[in-house]
């Protein structure tokens, strides 16, 4: 049975009631005779009718068969999140948290943000990353940004190329690590491109292994393990080119260490 209008305190309540000794039913909501939402026993909910729910919050509907998306494709299988206000930096988001975050009345610790950049026609934006630094801050601290056109900024909110990596904090480095399973993965592991505050920049094979310049998918200059520096190939490149020219070559002594000494 249904029960409506079921007062206790302050509570107006919608509920499905067993009968008897039975068990309690779902709650499920039909328009035009069909299906379109249903509250289980257990509080999940579906929208369009899944044949089992996986989630606290499950949709089911036909939605497009490419991540470029269209407006007059299908619009199922969607969720949206629109703002009701329409200026730069306006959007709809999605926050993550915990129980703790909500008994603090806090946004939680991580969110997914939408950030309008232009309000005409169609609308375009950003997609930006952000997360909580500390515990007693009061506001999310944006950290990584999808701009509209394809753009990736870790660190910046303007990323002027495929991918920009900035460090903001005064004094700091940017670097960018690599590693894999074979390397390790603390900050001594891998390989790394860094930028130093000073404006020097740092290549950092930090394995004891060799590093190779590439060119035309062929190794063209190695530096070994063990510091020294090699050609690719042997009695292959030059040094060099007529009219591009090294001005001197410095050595601490003038043997050449060649079958061709003259």
């Known amino acids: 049975t249904l029960q ?11 509920n499905a009631s067993k009968r008897g000794t039975g068990s309690y039913p779902p709650m499920v909501f039909y328009t035009s005779d069909i299906e379109r939402m249903r ?12 044949a089992a729910v996986r989630a606290q919050l499950h949709v089911l509907g036909t939605g497009q068969t490419t991540a470029a998306l269209t407006d007059a494709g299908n ?19 999605i926050t993550f948290g915990t129980n703790q975050a909500d008994t603090a009345d806090s946004l939680g610790f991580a969110a997914i943000k939408a950030v309008l950049t232009n309000g005409g026609g169609n ?13 007693v801050d009061t506001a999310l601290s944006e950290r990584m940004r999808i701009a509209a056109l394809g753009q990736v900024g870790i660190g910046t909110s303007a ?11 005064v004094g700091g480095d940017t670097s ?5 399973n074979s390397s390790g993965i603390t900050s001594s592991d891998g390989f790394t491109i860094l930028l130093q505050n000073g404006l020097d920049c740092y290549m950092s094979l930090r394995e004891n292994g060799n590093l190779f310049l590439r060119t035309n998918d062929t190794d063209r200059l190695v530096c070994t393990s063990a510091g020294n520096t090699r050609p690719g190939a042997d009695n292959t490149y030059t040094i060099g080119q007529s009219g ?11 043997t050449i260490q060649t079958s061709d000494e003259r």
């Open 39 to 50: 509250i289980a026993t257990d509080g999940r909910v579906s929208l369009g009718a899944p």
């Open 176 to 180: 960018l690590q690599i590693t894999n």
């Open 244 to 254: 591009t020219r090294w001005s001197a070559v410095w050595a601490a002594n003038g």
């Open 75 to 93: 619009r199922g299988a969607m969720l949206r999140l629109s703002d009701l206000a329409g200026s730069a930096g306006n959007g709809g988001a």
């Open 159 to 169: 990323p002027a190329n495929q991918l920009h990596v900035h460090t903001s904090v």
């Open 4 to 14: 409506v209008g079921v007062i206790t305190g302050n509570e107006a309540r919608l």
């Open 123 to 135: 609308t375009i934006g950003d997609l930006a990353f952000a997360t909580r630094n500390a515990i």
